[in-house]
Protein backbone atom coordinates (compact mmCIF):
# COMPACT_ATOMS: atom_id res chain seq x y z
CA UNK A 1 0.00 0.00 0.00
CA UNK A 2 1.00 3.52 -0.66
CA UNK A 3 3.07 4.94 1.79
CA UNK A 4 1.89 8.55 3.94
CA UNK A 5 3.94 11.36 3.16
CA UNK A 6 4.44 12.20 6.57
CA UNK A 7 4.39 9.84 9.40
CA UNK A 8 0.49 10.07 10.43
CA UNK A 9 -0.77 8.81 14.41
CA UNK A 10 -4.06 6.51 14.78
CA UNK A 11 -4.78 6.66 18.04
CA UNK A 12 -7.70 3.62 19.11
CA UNK A 13 -9.34 4.00 22.40
CA UNK A 14 -10.76 0.77 23.75
CA UNK A 15 -9.63 -2.60 23.20
CA UNK A 16 -13.17 -4.24 21.57
CA UNK A 17 -13.45 -6.77 19.28
CA UNK A 18 -13.31 -3.71 15.99
CA UNK A 19 -9.97 -2.99 17.25
CA UNK A 20 -8.84 -6.32 18.42
CA UNK A 21 -9.31 -7.33 14.60
CA UNK A 22 -7.85 -4.34 13.12
CA UNK A 23 -4.51 -4.34 15.38
CA UNK A 24 -4.03 -8.02 13.82
CA UNK A 25 -4.68 -6.81 10.41
CA UNK A 26 -2.22 -4.12 10.96
CA UNK A 27 0.40 -6.70 12.06
CA UNK A 28 -0.23 -9.06 8.92
CA UNK A 29 -0.07 -5.70 6.84
CA UNK A 30 1.47 -3.05 8.35
CA UNK A 31 0.72 0.99 7.06
CA UNK A 32 4.32 2.47 6.04
CA UNK A 33 4.34 5.84 7.97
CA UNK A 34 1.41 5.01 10.44
CA UNK A 35 2.10 5.45 14.04
CA UNK A 36 -0.63 3.61 16.32
CA UNK A 37 -1.62 3.67 19.99
CA UNK A 38 -4.37 1.78 21.72
CA UNK A 39 -5.31 3.40 24.66
CA UNK A 40 -7.33 1.08 27.42
CA UNK A 41 -7.58 0.98 30.82
CA UNK A 42 -7.07 -2.76 30.66
CA UNK A 43 -4.76 -4.87 29.52
CA UNK A 44 -6.82 -8.23 29.27
CA UNK A 45 -9.85 -7.70 26.53
CA UNK A 46 -12.74 -10.45 27.32
CA UNK A 47 -14.44 -12.17 24.28
CA UNK A 48 -18.22 -12.00 25.13
CA UNK A 49 -19.09 -14.70 23.19
CA UNK A 50 -17.14 -17.13 25.67
CA UNK A 51 -18.83 -15.68 28.28
CA UNK A 52 -21.70 -17.79 29.52
CA UNK A 53 -19.15 -20.88 28.98
CA UNK A 54 -17.38 -19.17 31.70
CA UNK A 55 -20.01 -19.02 34.24
CA UNK A 56 -21.15 -22.39 33.47
CA UNK A 57 -17.76 -23.85 33.90
CA UNK A 58 -16.63 -24.69 31.12
CA UNK A 59 -13.86 -21.91 30.20
CA UNK A 60 -11.37 -20.65 32.68
CA UNK A 61 -11.02 -16.42 33.18
CA UNK A 62 -7.45 -16.67 31.50
CA UNK A 63 -9.23 -18.56 28.37
CA UNK A 64 -12.15 -16.22 27.53
CA UNK A 65 -9.72 -13.28 27.36
CA UNK A 66 -7.36 -11.73 24.46
CA UNK A 67 -4.15 -10.03 26.19
CA UNK A 68 -3.73 -6.44 24.28
CA UNK A 69 0.30 -6.17 25.23
CA UNK A 70 1.64 -9.24 22.82
CA UNK A 71 -1.43 -7.84 20.75
CA UNK A 72 0.47 -4.44 19.94
CA UNK A 73 3.55 -5.85 19.81
CA UNK A 74 2.49 -7.85 16.53
CA UNK A 75 1.00 -4.61 15.58
CA UNK A 76 3.68 -2.54 16.18
CA UNK A 77 1.66 -0.67 18.26
CA UNK A 78 2.28 1.76 21.59
CA UNK A 79 -0.23 0.05 24.41
CA UNK A 80 -1.45 2.78 27.49
CA UNK A 81 -3.00 1.13 30.12
CA UNK A 82 -5.37 4.27 30.83
CA UNK A 83 -8.62 6.07 30.91
CA UNK A 84 -9.46 8.23 28.33
CA UNK A 85 -11.49 11.10 29.68
CA UNK A 86 -12.68 13.00 26.58
CA UNK A 87 -11.63 14.06 23.19
CA UNK A 88 -11.63 17.38 22.06
CA UNK A 89 -12.12 16.77 17.91
CA UNK A 90 -11.46 20.03 17.20
CA UNK A 91 -8.19 20.29 18.28
CA UNK A 92 -8.05 16.39 17.86
CA UNK A 93 -6.65 15.64 20.87
CA UNK A 94 -7.30 12.98 23.49
CA UNK A 95 -7.12 13.69 27.02
CA UNK A 96 -5.95 10.38 29.43
CA UNK A 97 -6.25 10.48 33.08
CA UNK A 98 -3.06 10.67 34.99
CA UNK A 99 -1.01 11.16 31.58
CA UNK A 100 -0.29 14.07 28.89
CA UNK A 101 -2.81 14.40 26.36
CA UNK A 102 -2.37 12.68 22.43
CA UNK A 103 -2.70 14.67 19.62
CA UNK A 104 -4.30 12.51 16.36
CA UNK A 105 -4.94 12.52 12.58
CA UNK A 106 -7.29 9.85 12.96
CA UNK A 107 -8.91 8.53 15.98
CA UNK A 108 -11.23 5.29 16.17
CA UNK A 109 -13.27 4.67 19.27
CA UNK A 110 -14.38 0.89 20.23
CA UNK A 111 -15.43 1.25 23.99
CA UNK A 112 -18.36 -1.05 24.72
CA UNK A 113 -21.41 0.32 26.75
CA UNK A 114 -21.87 0.64 30.70
CA UNK A 115 -24.88 -1.00 32.65
CA UNK A 116 -28.05 1.01 33.19
CA UNK A 117 -28.01 1.32 36.83
CA UNK A 118 -31.07 4.36 37.45
CA UNK A 119 -33.57 2.09 39.14
CA UNK A 120 -32.94 2.61 42.72
CA UNK A 121 -30.68 0.66 44.65
CA UNK A 122 -29.48 -1.05 41.50
CA UNK A 123 -25.86 0.35 41.58
CA UNK A 124 -25.27 -0.05 45.62
CA UNK A 125 -27.01 -4.05 45.11
CA UNK A 126 -27.26 -5.58 42.04
CA UNK A 127 -24.33 -7.24 39.79
CA UNK A 128 -24.49 -6.05 36.26
CA UNK A 129 -22.75 -8.15 33.56
CA UNK A 130 -21.26 -5.22 31.62
CA UNK A 131 -18.29 -4.10 31.53
CA UNK A 132 -17.26 -7.71 31.71
CA UNK A 133 -13.68 -7.91 33.70
CA UNK A 134 -15.87 -6.36 37.00
CA UNK A 135 -18.22 -8.68 36.95
CA UNK A 136 -15.83 -11.56 36.76
CA UNK A 137 -14.36 -10.28 39.87
CA UNK A 138 -18.14 -10.12 40.99
CA UNK A 139 -18.66 -13.67 40.14
CA UNK A 140 -15.71 -15.06 42.02
CA UNK A 141 -17.03 -12.96 44.90
CA UNK A 142 -20.78 -14.61 44.40
CA UNK A 143 -19.53 -18.05 44.19
CA UNK A 144 -17.53 -17.60 47.59
CA UNK A 145 -21.05 -16.53 49.23
CA UNK A 146 -22.97 -19.46 47.78
CA UNK A 147 -20.22 -22.28 48.83
CA UNK A 148 -20.97 -20.35 51.98
CA UNK A 149 -24.30 -21.29 52.10
CA UNK A 150 -25.34 -17.82 52.35
CA UNK A 151 -27.49 -17.22 49.39
CA UNK A 152 -30.99 -18.75 49.21
CA UNK A 153 -32.91 -16.77 46.28
CA UNK A 154 -30.87 -16.07 42.75
CA UNK A 155 -33.10 -12.72 40.37
CA UNK A 156 -31.41 -12.40 36.96
CA UNK A 157 -33.09 -9.46 35.72
CA UNK A 158 -33.39 -9.47 31.87
CA UNK A 159 -35.06 -11.81 29.58
CA UNK A 160 -33.46 -11.17 26.58
CA UNK A 161 -30.53 -13.69 25.19
CA UNK A 162 -28.20 -12.31 27.28
CA UNK A 163 -30.15 -12.94 30.69
CA UNK A 164 -31.62 -16.47 29.48
CA UNK A 165 -28.17 -17.89 28.64
CA UNK A 166 -26.72 -16.10 31.89
CA UNK A 167 -29.52 -17.67 34.29
CA UNK A 168 -29.10 -21.06 32.65
CA UNK A 169 -24.93 -20.82 32.65
CA UNK A 170 -25.62 -19.86 36.81
CA UNK A 171 -27.64 -22.64 37.00
CA UNK A 172 -24.92 -24.96 35.22
CA UNK A 173 -22.49 -24.08 37.54
CA UNK A 174 -24.46 -24.50 40.76
CA UNK A 175 -25.50 -28.00 39.68
CA UNK A 176 -21.57 -29.10 39.55
CA UNK A 177 -20.96 -27.80 43.47
CA UNK A 178 -21.60 -29.58 46.07
CA UNK A 179 -24.15 -26.50 47.94
CA UNK A 180 -28.09 -26.91 48.40
CA UNK A 181 -29.70 -25.35 45.38
CA UNK A 182 -30.98 -21.53 45.42
CA UNK A 183 -34.27 -20.87 44.08
CA UNK A 184 -33.75 -19.13 40.59
CA UNK A 185 -35.37 -16.08 39.48
CA UNK A 186 -36.23 -14.65 35.72
CA UNK A 187 -37.47 -10.94 35.71
CA UNK A 188 -38.29 -8.85 32.90
CA UNK A 189 -40.96 -5.85 32.06
CA UNK A 190 -41.34 -7.56 28.36
CA UNK A 191 -44.46 -10.57 28.83
CA UNK A 192 -41.90 -12.74 26.60
CA UNK A 193 -38.75 -14.20 27.20
CA UNK A 194 -36.19 -13.80 23.84
CA UNK A 195 -38.56 -10.56 22.61
CA UNK A 196 -37.67 -10.55 19.05
CA UNK A 197 -37.03 -13.80 18.36
CA UNK A 198 -38.97 -16.54 16.73
CA UNK A 199 -41.88 -18.18 19.04
CA UNK A 200 -40.98 -21.34 18.70
CA UNK A 201 -37.16 -20.36 20.12
CA UNK A 202 -39.25 -18.63 22.83
CA UNK A 203 -41.36 -21.69 23.54
CA UNK A 204 -38.02 -24.34 23.44
CA UNK A 205 -35.99 -21.77 26.13
CA UNK A 206 -39.51 -21.57 28.43
CA UNK A 207 -39.21 -25.85 28.35
CA UNK A 208 -35.12 -25.06 28.98
CA UNK A 209 -35.93 -22.78 32.01
CA UNK A 210 -39.12 -24.96 33.33
CA UNK A 211 -37.24 -28.11 33.36
CA UNK A 212 -34.76 -26.25 35.88
CA UNK A 213 -36.96 -24.96 37.92
CA UNK A 214 -36.68 -21.35 37.13
CA UNK A 215 -39.57 -18.93 38.11
CA UNK A 216 -40.33 -16.48 35.73
CA UNK A 217 -41.85 -13.06 36.68
CA UNK A 218 -43.01 -11.29 33.50
CA UNK A 219 -44.75 -7.94 32.19
CA UNK A 220 -43.60 -6.00 35.56
CA UNK A 221 -40.96 -3.52 35.27
CA UNK A 222 -38.45 -3.46 38.15
CA UNK A 223 -39.07 -0.68 40.50
CA UNK A 224 -36.71 -0.92 43.26
CA UNK A 225 -33.58 -2.96 44.14
CA UNK A 226 -32.14 -4.28 47.70
CA UNK A 227 -30.34 -6.47 49.18
CA UNK A 228 -32.31 -8.79 49.82
CA UNK A 229 -35.17 -8.45 47.20
CA UNK A 230 -36.21 -7.22 43.92
CA UNK A 231 -39.52 -4.98 43.67
CA UNK A 232 -41.67 -4.36 40.66
CA UNK A 233 -43.97 -1.33 39.72
CA UNK A 234 -47.36 -3.61 40.96
CA UNK A 235 -46.28 -3.48 44.06
CA UNK A 236 -44.89 -7.34 44.07
CA UNK A 237 -41.86 -8.53 45.61
CA UNK A 238 -39.41 -10.96 45.00
CA UNK A 239 -36.78 -12.71 47.35
CA UNK A 240 -33.40 -12.55 46.06
CA UNK A 241 -29.70 -12.48 47.86
CA UNK A 242 -27.96 -12.32 44.31
CA UNK A 243 -29.03 -10.11 41.63
CA UNK A 244 -27.75 -9.91 38.51
CA UNK A 245 -28.33 -7.18 35.89
CA UNK A 246 -28.53 -8.18 32.16
CA UNK A 247 -31.51 -5.22 31.05
CA UNK A 248 -30.44 -2.68 28.27
CA UNK A 249 -26.99 -1.37 28.58
CA UNK A 250 -25.88 2.48 27.69
CA UNK A 251 -23.28 4.89 26.03
CA UNK A 252 -20.19 5.81 28.15
CA UNK A 253 -21.53 9.13 29.91
CA UNK A 254 -18.07 10.92 29.68
CA UNK A 255 -19.00 11.26 25.15
CA UNK A 256 -21.44 13.25 25.89
CA UNK A 257 -18.98 16.36 26.36
CA UNK A 258 -16.93 15.87 23.68
CA UNK A 259 -18.98 17.17 20.95
CA UNK A 260 -19.86 14.50 19.13
CA UNK A 261 -22.89 13.96 17.58
CA UNK A 262 -24.69 11.09 19.72
CA UNK A 263 -28.30 9.67 19.83
CA UNK A 264 -30.74 10.06 22.29
CA UNK A 265 -29.03 7.51 24.13
CA UNK A 266 -25.63 8.77 24.10
CA UNK A 267 -24.72 6.16 21.28
CA UNK A 268 -21.81 7.92 18.70
CA UNK A 269 -23.67 8.27 15.71
CA UNK A 270 -21.68 7.23 11.94
CA UNK A 271 -22.13 7.38 8.68
CA UNK A 272 -22.04 4.34 7.05
CA UNK A 273 -18.27 4.80 6.35
CA UNK A 274 -17.88 3.97 9.96
CA UNK A 275 -16.80 7.63 10.40
CA UNK A 276 -18.48 10.07 12.58
CA UNK A 277 -21.34 12.17 10.99
CA UNK A 278 -20.00 15.56 11.93
CA UNK A 279 -16.25 14.84 12.08
CA UNK A 280 -14.72 12.44 9.52
CA UNK A 281 -11.61 12.15 11.59
CA UNK A 282 -13.24 10.58 14.71
CA UNK A 283 -14.62 6.62 13.82
CA UNK A 284 -16.41 4.53 15.87
CA UNK A 285 -17.39 1.09 15.85
CA UNK A 286 -19.11 -1.73 18.12
CA UNK A 287 -21.63 -1.56 20.37
CA UNK A 288 -20.90 2.28 21.11
CA UNK A 289 -21.53 3.22 17.54
CA UNK A 290 -24.95 3.85 15.94
CA UNK A 291 -25.57 4.03 12.39
CA UNK A 292 -28.08 6.28 11.14
CA UNK A 293 -28.97 4.32 7.73
CA UNK A 294 -28.51 0.91 9.01
CA UNK A 295 -29.64 0.34 12.88
CA UNK A 296 -28.64 -2.52 13.91
CA UNK A 297 -28.60 -3.98 17.75
CA UNK A 298 -26.30 -4.00 19.77
CA UNK A 299 -24.62 -7.91 18.89
CA UNK A 300 -21.23 -8.94 18.72
CA UNK A 301 -20.75 -9.84 15.14
CA UNK A 302 -20.93 -6.48 14.07
CA UNK A 303 -18.19 -5.51 15.77
CA UNK A 304 -16.30 -8.49 14.47
CA UNK A 305 -17.69 -7.58 11.11
CA UNK A 306 -16.42 -3.56 11.34
CA UNK A 307 -12.70 -4.73 12.10
CA UNK A 308 -11.55 -4.83 8.20
CA UNK A 309 -13.64 -1.98 7.06
CA UNK A 310 -11.73 -0.05 9.88
CA UNK A 311 -8.53 -1.01 8.41
CA UNK A 312 -9.86 0.36 4.53
CA UNK A 313 -10.94 3.14 5.71
CA UNK A 314 -8.81 4.61 8.03
CA UNK A 315 -6.41 4.03 5.81
CA UNK A 316 -8.09 5.96 2.81
CA UNK A 317 -8.89 8.91 4.93
CA UNK A 318 -5.45 8.95 5.81
CA UNK A 319 -3.78 8.91 2.12
CA UNK A 320 -6.80 11.60 1.21
CA UNK A 321 -9.45 8.99 -0.77
CA UNK A 322 -12.81 8.57 0.03
CA UNK A 323 -13.41 5.85 2.28
CA UNK A 324 -16.18 3.14 1.03
CA UNK A 325 -19.86 2.70 2.48
CA UNK A 326 -20.41 -0.34 4.26
CA UNK A 327 -23.94 -1.83 4.39
CA UNK A 328 -24.06 -4.36 7.49
CA UNK A 329 -25.79 -7.41 6.88
CA UNK A 330 -29.77 -7.48 8.07
CA UNK A 331 -29.77 -11.08 9.33
CA UNK A 332 -27.29 -13.11 11.40
CA UNK A 333 -26.62 -16.38 13.07
CA UNK A 334 -27.24 -16.30 16.99
CA UNK A 335 -26.08 -18.98 19.44
CA UNK A 336 -27.97 -19.24 22.44
CA UNK A 337 -25.97 -21.50 25.29
CA UNK A 338 -28.53 -23.47 27.05
CA UNK A 339 -25.91 -24.21 29.90
CA UNK A 340 -24.10 -27.57 28.97
CA UNK A 341 -21.37 -28.12 26.25
Known amino acids: ???????????????????????????????????????????????????????????????????LVPLCRFAGAQFIQARVEDIDPYARRVDIAGRPSLEYDALSLDVGITPDLRISGAEEHAIPVKPIGQFLARWERFLDRLKATEIQNIAVVGAGAGGVELTLAIHEHINQLDVPTPEMHLIASSDRILPGYHPDIQVRFRQQLRSRN???????????????????????????????????????????????????????????????VNFDSVFAAGDIAQSREYPRPKAGVFAVRQGPVLYDNISRYLLGQKPKAYKPQQYFLSLISTGGK
Open 1 to 67: MQSYPIVKDLVLVGGGHSHVLLLRMLGMNPIPGLRVTLISPDILTPYSGMLPGAVAGHYSVDEIHID
Open 214 to 276: VHLHLGARVSEVSATAVKNDFGGEIPADAIFWVTSAASQPWLAKTGLELTESGFVLIKPTLQS
